[in-house]
């Protein structure tokens, strides 16, 4: 199994998703502090 904290994931990062009905989704990682 890959050892996660050797991968290269920057940790500010998050996503926005969004669907024709016109919703919204915002993620922040989980493991970085919030602001």
């Known amino acids: 199994m ?3 904290s050797t991968l290269p994931y920057r940790p500010c990062a998050g996503i ?3 669907n024709a009905d016109g919703k919204i989704f ?3 990682r989980n493991d970085s502090p919030l602001e």
Request: glycine residues 12%.
């Open 2 to 4: 890959t050892d996660v």
């Open 16 to 18: 926005m998703l969004m």
């Open 26 to 28: 915002v993620g922040q």
